[in-house]
């Protein structure tokens, strides 16, 4: 299946949100970059433990190569106390020699077979003794490096060093100089060729690193030539993103198939789709694309380009962690994992509880509103001339909303808990906040008032025995439009004596503007202006 886009969308979102921004449009995650030797650097990898001289490192025995230089170790053991152990050097012309036998011609043998070899001669001579032989030291040996690191020359190492070996050793030179650390860049991992007598061995170092593949890792020899290709790590790159377990941008090589980019992602994670698996191609030199949509088993051999992109999709509502914040008076408050759509405000106060010190009452349920731009919008209402350019109720209701806050639902806490009201048991969603408020003694007066600030509960009092506990109005108030802002839903109430005040409420006294001499002079030639203009046309018209 195949989708023509205009990269051009892509860019716009990237500009718009980021690097954040992009990754939660398209569902991806963030990766590791290994697309040239510089990334193995930055990435902190060392790839071997270093020893002393490099003789008691692990060898593998099915893989080295004996050569003049090695050093070993034969005991022979017959039965009483006649030891015998001999230290023994691999000679210039490849022989392993002890006294009791003519020796062994060992260049070239892989050293299993050189140990079978010599165990078995021995014990032909000695049918009663226990043989051993130990490689005790490996021999010291030089290799060239060509091609994007031919800056290097030559690199002294032990015959027990691999590839991945020089590269660190290369690494260690490179980053104590700038100059030269600027070309790590430009060196490949996947391209790297060891050219040894009349054989060239290709290696894709990534492959190893990433997989373990060792045949992509072998045991240098004495005098073999390196050449490390260059490569651009600003394109011929494929990037891997999406529910892998490792995603990552890598270097690009020829003959790379879908199922190379996943294994070097360490596989498709527990939560990814694996039949939504898309391959984000461009066409040619331009920066449109399409999109291949692929199916794991089935599409794993599907050829690579350079520069692809992939995406593995999550499953749909794999594992989803959702949940929602209690705090304030209660009993336990914290996170709480829910089933959206199941998990009741209910089932969370049974859990979480709630102190002696708690107000049912004033207790909310705040969600939030995923709206983009919500909170842009609510400063541009809030900031609004509502007196210009609108008629009444379009200025009454941009009022209302900038007074309102539409995140709080609706919820009666007392009739939930104590009267098991079901009307009130709201089913929760991601994120919601439940605020178990405090018992509140008291209501705020703000505005013109002398004394703005807490003034004590008291149920027998209406606003205007809080406004005189704030001390009184003062000169400018505007008496006419004093509001009583509701604790439990933040709305605003036109101030009246038969409005019941509750602890928590916020009485509100605006103040009139104070307006300058020559704005009333002005304001008033306005009006006389327009009055003797009536009375022109009025006159007119008899």
């Known amino acids: 299946m195949k989708r023509a886009y205009s990269f051009l969308a892509v860019f716009i979102l990237y500009y718009l949100g980021?690097?954040?921004?992009?990754?939660?449009?398209?569902?991806?995650?963030?990766?590791?970059?290994?697309?040239?030797?510089?990334?193995?650097?930055s990435e902190g990898i060392t790839g071997f433990t270093r020893?002393?001289?490099g003789e008691y490192r692990p060898i593998d025995e099915k893989e080295y190569l004996i050569d003049s230089g090695d050093e070993f170790v034969i005991k022979i053991d017959p039965p009483g106390p006649?030891?015998?152990?001999?230290?023994?050097?691999?000679t210039s012309d490849g022989n392993l020699v002890i006294p009791e036998c003519q020796g062994w011609y060992l260049r070239g043998i892989k050293l299993f077979d050189a140990r079978m070899r010599v165990i078995n001669d021995l014990k032909k001579l000695f049918p009663e003794a226990q043989v051993e032989i130990y490689l005790e030291k490996v021999r010291p040996i030089n290799v060239?490096?060509?091609?994007?690191?031919?800056?290097?020359?030559?690199?002294?190492?032990?015959?027990?060093?691999?590839?991945?070996?020089?590269?660190?050793?290369?690494?260690?030179?490179?980053q104590s100089d700038s100059a030269l650390n600027l070309k790590l860049a430009q060196v490949s991992l996947r391209n790297i060729k060891i050219i040894r007598k009349n054989e060239t061995i290709n290696c894709d170092l990534l492959r190893f690193h990433l997989m373990g593949d060792v045949n992509n890792n072998p045991y240098l020899q004495n005098n073999d030539i390196i050449y490390v290709s260059f490569h651009d790590t600003n394109s011929n790159n494929i990037t891997v993103q999406g529910s892998v377990n490792n995603p990552l941008r890598f270097e690009f090589k020829p003959g790379d198939k879908l199922k190379t980019a996943i294994d070097f992602a360490a596989g498709v994670s527990q939560a990814g789709d694996s039949n939504r698996v898309e391959v984000y191609r461009f066409k040619g030199k331009s920066n449109d694309f399409e999109i291949l949509t692929c199916h794991i088993p089935a599409d794993t051999n599907l050829p690579l380009q350079p520069d692809d992109r992939i995406?593995?999709?999550?499953?749909?509502?794999?594992?989803?962690?959702?949940?929602?914040?209690?705090?304030?008076?209660?009993?336990?408050?914290?996170?709480?994992?829910?089933?959206?759509?199941?998990?009741?405000?209910?089932?969370?106060?049974?859990?979480?509880?709630?102190?002696?010190?708690?107000?049912?009452?004033?207790?909310?349920?705040?969600r939030i509103l995923n709206v983009p731009g919500a909170e842009e919008l609510y400063k541009i209402i809030r900031a609004m001339p509502f007196s210009m350019s609108l008629d009444w109720i379009e200025s009454n209701f941009?009022?209302?909303?900038?007074?309102?806050?539409?995140?709080?639902?609706?919820?009666?806490?007392?009739?939930?808990?104590?009267?098991?009201?079901?009307?009130?048991?709201?089913?929760?969603?991601?994120?919601?906040i439940i605020v178990i408020a405090s018992k509140k003694h008291?209501?705020?007066?703000?505005?013109?008032?002398?004394?703005?600030?807490?003034?004590?509960?008291?149920p027998d009092w209406n606003y205007l025995d809080y406004i005189q506990g704030a001390g009184g109005f003062k000169e400018r108030a505007r008496k006419s439009r004093i509001k009583i802002i509701k604790h439990n839903t933040e709305t605003w109430l036109d101030a009246d004596k038969e409005l019941v005040v509750e602890p928590g409420d916020r009485i509100f006294v605006p103040q009139r503007d104070q307006k300058e001499p020559f704005d009333i002079f002005y304001q008033s030639l306005t009006i006389i202006t327009q009055i003797i203009t009536i009375i022109l046309v009025l006159r007119n018209i008899r």
Not at 82 to 90: A, G, H, I, N, P
Not at 147 to 174: H, I, R, T, W
Not at 442 to 458: A, E, H
Request: hydrophobic content about 40%.
């Open 51 to 53: 020893s002393a001289g």
């Open 311 to 366: 995406f593995v999709r999550r499953k749909a509502d794999y594992h989803l962690n959702k949940y929602v914040v209690i705090k304030g008076e209660a009993r336990y408050p914290g996170l709480y994992p829910i089933e959206e759509g199941k998990t009741r405000l209910s089932d969370i106060m049974k859990l979480a509880g709630y102190t002696s010190n708690a107000s049912l009452t004033h207790s909310r349920l705040y």
């Open 18 to 41: 980021g690097n954040e921004g992009l990754a939660q449009v398209l569902g991806t995650t963030q990766f590791s970059s290994l697309t040239s030797l510089r990334d193995l650097k």
């Open 398 to 432: 941009w009022r209302s909303t900038a007074k309102e806050n539409l995140n709080i639902i609706l919820v009666d806490f007392e009739k939930l808990i104590k009267n098991n009201d079901a009307t009130q048991d709201v089913v929760l969603n991601n994120n919601d």
């Open 442 to 458: 008291y209501v705020y007066v703000t505005g013109s008032v002398r004394k703005p600030g807490t003034v004590l509960y008291n």
């Open 82 to 90: 006649d030891l015998k152990t001999y230290f023994s050097r691999v």
């Open 144 to 174: 060239s490096l060509i091609g994007a690191l031919q800056n290097f020359k030559e690199v002294n190492l032990n015959s027990a060093s691999c590839l991945f070996d020089l590269m660190n050793a290369v690494l260690a030179v490179y």
